[in-house]
């Protein structure tokens, strides 16, 4: 078996994700602790006990799903399993410094700092309201591509995430991305569906945010990760410091290259992921990319006793 830890992105955030991991593991608690005082504030109140829109806000998000990965990492770690069981780490979206963060490339703190920036940046790139995401089922990815394309009409339109082989989203001007979603329909798409997103991710309107993050990442200490990490935006695993930093930024803009991802994975022998952290979308999408990839959650502490149990 050839294992890789893959990392949710935003969307899979829940009320209470990682509580149990906390009470379960001391070292779990101490990741929400340090993330806490990191951003200054009990941000672990509002993931346990808080109001799930306040917890949907893209700046509270980003770094709550990466407090509960790095429990659940913490947690695995405590049993005895480290990121270098791993091959490799990937991550959907702001899982990819979730992912770093495992792999020791990013510590907690500079992490959680980074993914608030990134959130607040993301969020006031676009006036609420001028952009939009919607996914499209039944169409690849270039189908989807060229329905962008027509939908544009000298506005942003762009398929942001090319997830598996029967979801990609397409990101942009509002008005843009509700055309393209009528327009896949036309082309044979079996849904498209508007996503209660708060602004468009992945794609050109992001350039704002990007120069934010650019300036963000250029002042954190970045380490060579302890396994190799497939980024994102190229699809193949990197592992030098400085074009993590690049890729970092060319992501808030380029398209996750998911679908992609996984198949590299596949192609260098990954025959099991392990999602660490909230929810079980991405052994979904996995398991629609390839049949042949075992895929287990790892969120809670039960998850992380079956697959210890699994291994002995």
Request: proline share 4%.
């Amino acid at each position: 078996m050839t294992l890789a830890f893959v990392f949710p992105g935003q969307g899979a955030q829940t009320i209470g994700m990682g509580k149990a991991l906390a009470e379960a593991y001391p070292a779990a608690q101490a990741v929400f602790d340090e993330v806490d005082e990191a951003l200054g504030e009990k941000l672990s109140n509002l993931i346990w006990d808080g109001d799930i829109a306040d917890l949907t806000l893209t700046q509270n998000a980003q770094p709550a799903l990466m407090a509960t990965s790095m429990a659940a990492m913490c947690a695995l770690e405590t049993e005895g399993v480290s990121v270098s069981k791993a091959a490799f780490v990937a991550g959907h979206s702001l899982g990819e410094y979730s992912a770093l963060a495992a792999a020791g490339a990013l510590s907690i703190a500079d992490t959680a700092r980074l993914l608030r920036t990134r959130g607040q940046a993301m969020q006031s790139a676009v006036p609420v309201g001028q952009g939009a995401m919607a996914a499209v089922l039944g169409l690849d990815l270039e189908a989807v591509r060229a329905v962008a394309e027509l939908a544009a009409q000298g506005e942003v339109c762009q398929a942001a995430n090319d997830n598996d082989p029967t979801q990609v989203v397409v990101s942009g001007s509002r008005a843009a991305v509700e055309r393209a979603a009528e327009i896949a329909k036309e082309k044979g798409a079996k849904r498209a569906v508007m996503l209660p997103v708060s602004a468009p991710f992945h794609c050109a309107l992001m350039q704002p945010a990007a120069e934010v993050m650019a300036e963000a990442l250029a002042s954190v200490e970045i380490k060579a990760p302890a396994v190799p990490l497939v980024a994102n935006v190229r699809a193949e695993a990197i592992s030098d410091p400085d074009l993590i930093r690049q890729l970092l930024v060319e992501q808030v803009t380029g398209s996750v290259r998911w679908r992609e991802s996984v198949q590299f994975m596949a192609a260098q022998g990954v025959t099991e992921t392990w999602e660490i952290g909230a929810g079980k979308a991405l052994s979904g999408m996995i398991r629609k990319i390839d049949r042949a990839i075992v895929g287990k959650a790892v969120g809670t502490p039960e998850d992380v006793q079956k697959a210890l149990q699994a291994e002995s």
